[in-house]
């Protein structure tokens, strides 16, 4: 099982799973559901207490990936399977983010 923390503007926002092949899940972390301020990290993703679970990487993390050459680049100097989205994430999710939300590996 591979693990990563979601932060949303440097605040944690929950946490993001790979328990297999085709079993994803990502939960909000429960201090982050107390304060009103904070938003859904994505509309795919409602705010809520709630595991939302999927066979497939969820789309919005998808979309945080490089792709094209950028991709090619970061695969081999990374040297990753570049059918392997999930370790690209969490590879590059932290550094090499547009945006609100990064992402950082639990290293176990």
């Given at each position: 099982?591979?693990r990563a923390?979601?932060?949303?503007?440097?605040?944690?926002?929950?946490?993001?799973?790979?328990?297999?092949?085709?079993?994803?899940?990502?939960?909000?972390?429960?201090?982050?559901?107390?304060?009103?301020?904070?938003?859904?990290?994505?509309?795919?993703?409602?705010?809520?207490?709630?595991?939302?679970?999927?066979?497939?990487?969820?789309?919005?993390?998808?979309?945080?990936?490089?792709?094209?050459?950028?991709?090619?680049?970061?695969?081999?100097?990374?040297?990753?399977?570049?059918?392997?989205?999930?370790?690209?994430?969490?590879?590059?999710?932290?550094?090499?983010?547009?945006?609100?939300?990064?992402?950082?590996?639990?290293?176990?």
């Amino acid at each position: 099982m591979a693990r990563a923390e979601v932060y949303y503007n440097e605040m944690l926002a929950g946490c993001l799973e790979k328990r297999g092949a085709a079993d994803y899940c990502f939960s909000y972390d429960p201090h982050y559901l107390l304060d009103p301020g904070s938003p859904s990290i994505s509309l795919t993703l409602p705010k809520s207490g709630e595991v939302f679970q999927s066979a497939r990487l969820f789309p919005f993390f998808t979309g945080m990936l490089a792709e094209g050459i950028n991709k090619d680049i970061q695969c081999r100097l990374l040297k990753i399977d570049e059918q392997d989205d999930f370790t690209r994430l969490l590879k590059t999710g932290g550094t090499d983010s547009i945006g609100a939300i990064a992402i950082k590996e639990i290293e176990e």
